[in-house]
């Protein structure tokens, strides 16, 4: 928790000074993010401010972290986490209004190689392979790092998940961050969404687990903080996300419009969202 509160005030400065203008034409909106949606929620951020004239603020990171910066800060419109755990947090801490939430988009796990897959990476079991290195999101507070424990949990021996964190070089920070690791060759193979090799193809590849391996299909939700000074303002950014133009820019970045869509993807039926509480020893002290 003492690693939670120190991600948490780095960015502090920036939440209290990012609402200083009045929201509207040519007024600001801050908008806490988690890094899942990173790409398309960038470019739906400048096509909105174009398109309207307000300008939205993105803070992005770990949904767990976004989501105590803004707590702490006490400030923000729109808080937009990278998969429903941490809005059910939210929900029930009184963070956002319940019912201003909508699902912008499904995410589905895999694991993510770099391009051409030089390691012969083919399965959870292959990332217990001695000489490899793996890097799994920081599941206190990064929704992809819980999946991913979630998934090594339910698919490994005892004998296989001590085989799995030797290997383990690194808790990264972030869903961008967990991709960079790929990108920039930091590990040979991360367990992270389907939707990274869109991200950079150059550069990573994504090798899909089996239906059986995959606990749950994930989303990405969005809601109206408890702490916005303008609810209509926020609404609006909202309403442009779930509307054609946002739905086009998700589309664009290969994400998956509809829980269907990532049924197709999986070839078997799943649960949707819910939350999962991630054991003990994979928190960091």
């Not at 949606?37 to 770990?62: C, H, I, N, Q």
């Amino acid at each position: 928790m003492q690693r939670l509160a120190r991600a948490t005030a780095l960015i502090l400065g920036l939440a209290l000074g990012a609402c200083s203008q009045p929201v509207g034409a040519g007024g600001t909106l801050v908008a806490y993010v988690g890094a899942a949606s990173k790409p398309a929620t960038e470019e739906a951020a400048r096509l909105f401010e174009r398109t309207t004239g307000t300008k939205v603020e993105l803070v992005f990171g770990g949904s767990g972290y976004v989501l105590s910066q803004m707590k702490l800060a006490k400030r923000g419109d729109i808080y937009f986490p990278g998969s429903s755990d941490y809005m059910e947090k939210a929900k029930r801490d009184g963070d956002v209004f319940a019912d201003s939430e909508q699902v912008i988009v499904y995410l589905v796990s895999a694991i993510n190689v770099q391009k051409g897959n030089p390691h012969g990476i083919r399965s959870l079991a292959d990332l217990t392979r001695p000489g490899l290195k793996v890097a799994i999101a920081n599941p206190e507070g990064v929704c992809v790092g819980a999946y991913a424990v979630e998934i090594i949990e339910q698919q490994f021996s005892p004998e296989e998940k001590l085989a799995f964190k030797r290997n383990l070089i690194n808790f990264t920070e972030s869903c961008e961050k967990t991709a960079t690791a790929v990108s920039l060759k930091m590990a040979d193979a991360v367990i992270g969404w389907s939707v990274f090799e869109h991200w950079d193809p150059e550069r990573i590849e994504t090798i899909p687990l089996p239906e059986g391996q995959i606990p749950r299909i994930g989303y990405i939700p969005v809601a109206i903080s408890r702490f916005t000074q303008d609810r209509t303002a926020a609404q609006r950014f909202i309403d442009f996300l779930t509307g054609p133009e946002g739905r086009a820019v998700f589309a664009r970045h290969h994400y998956f419009a509809t829980a269907a869509d990532a049924v197709a993807w999986i070839g078997a039926s799943k649960p949707v969202g819910g939350e999962y509480v991630v054991p003990q020893e994979w928190i960091a002290k």
